[in-house]
């Protein structure tokens, strides 16, 4: 399914390439691994190859399913009647999904509350990163640079029409 050179989304790690395939030995039996070059953190990561899908790393979306993504922002409301815990657990399964446009709904989401009141760490941290993983797969599949890509995110945010009472 997957081969050195395709671009990869991980979930909670966002975007990155597959450099290479090795051989490594562990505990005495010999595995196949990819290494990902993942583009947040300029960080290479090891994995099984055999574990790639029960990890949820899917190839990167195509331009149109990219362009729904961005949808979100200009479509649709955010639920603002859950309470923080009830927003964490669905975020978090929205994120762990590594689907694009649950991942998109979490920023446009957290955005939005962001507007009415102050965000605890754990919502700003799941804000940051969704952000940063949602960019990220925008760099890949446009062939941006990662300046680039927060600008059309940015664009995309700022299309936001979401009428929230506080």
Request: proline share 1%; aromatic share 6%; glycine share 8%.
């Given at each position: 399914?997957?081969?050195?050179?395709?671009?990869?989304?991980?979930?909670?790690?966002?975007?990155?390439?597959?450099?290479?395939m090795e051989e490594k030995e562990f505990l005495g039996?010999?595995?196949?691994?990819?290494?990902?070059?993942?583009?947040?953190?300029?960080?290479?990561i090891m994995v099984p190859v055999e574990?790639?899908?029960?990890?949820?790393i899917r190839k990167i979306v195509d331009e149109q399913t990219?362009?729904?993504?961005?949808?979100?922002?200009?479509?649709?409301k955010p639920d603002l009647s859950v309470?923080?815990?009830?927003?964490?657990?669905?975020?978090?399964?929205?994120?762990?999904?590594g689907d694009?446009?649950?991942?998109a709904e979490v920023v446009r989401d957290l955005q939005a509350l962001s507007k009415h009141k102050v965000l605890g760490t754990s919502d700003k941290i799941m804000l940051d990163n969704a952000t940063l993983n949602l960019?990220?797969?925008?760099?890949?599949?446009?062939g941006l640079d990662r300046e680039?890509?927060?600008?059309?995110?940015?664009?995309?945010?700022?299309?936001e029409i979401v009428k929230v009472s506080p």
């Open positions: 399914m997957f081969q050195v050179g395709d671009k990869i989304f991980y979930p909670m790690h966002g975007a990155g390439i597959i450099e290479a039996e010999k595995h196949l691994y990819f290494v990902l070059h993942m583009l947040l953190k300029e960080l290479d574990k790639m899908s029960a990890l949820g990219l362009e729904q993504a961005l949808a979100v922002f200009r479509n649709g309470n923080g815990t009830q927003r964490c657990k669905l975020n978090t399964e929205k994120l762990k999904s694009i446009i649950a991942g960019i990220s797969e925008i760099e890949l599949v446009r680039e890509a927060k600008e059309v995110l940015r664009q995309a945010s700022a299309r």
